[in-house]
């Protein structure tokens, strides 16, 4: 598995469109897309998978995977 990399802050945009969500639970998680395929999926400090998950976030990705690869190319969300 890859070196995990910190996610960057999100950059603030004026007259974009943004959607913004409530963290829930008090936890951090967040998937990205690559090439039309669920690549990674994360909390705030690691890279996680079923095995060693946070939260059942990496399970329901994976059961959801089919869904999430929906979303464009060069997709994070978090």
């Known amino acids: 598995m890859a070196e995990f ?4 802050k999100i950059p603030r945009y004026s007259n974009e469109h943004i959607t913004i969500t409530e963290k829930i639970d008090g936890t951090n998680a967040q998937f990205t897309i690559e090439n039309g395929t669920l690549t990674t999926v994360g909390s705030r ?3 996680i998978t079923p095995e060693s998950d946070n939260m059942g976030f ?11 690869e929906k979303f464009p190319d060069g997709t994070q969300l978090s």
């Open 5 to 8: 990399i910190e996610w960057k």
């Open 45 to 47: 400090t690691r890279f």
């Open 58 to 68: 990496a399970r329901w990705c994976q059961t959801n995977q089919y869904f999430l």
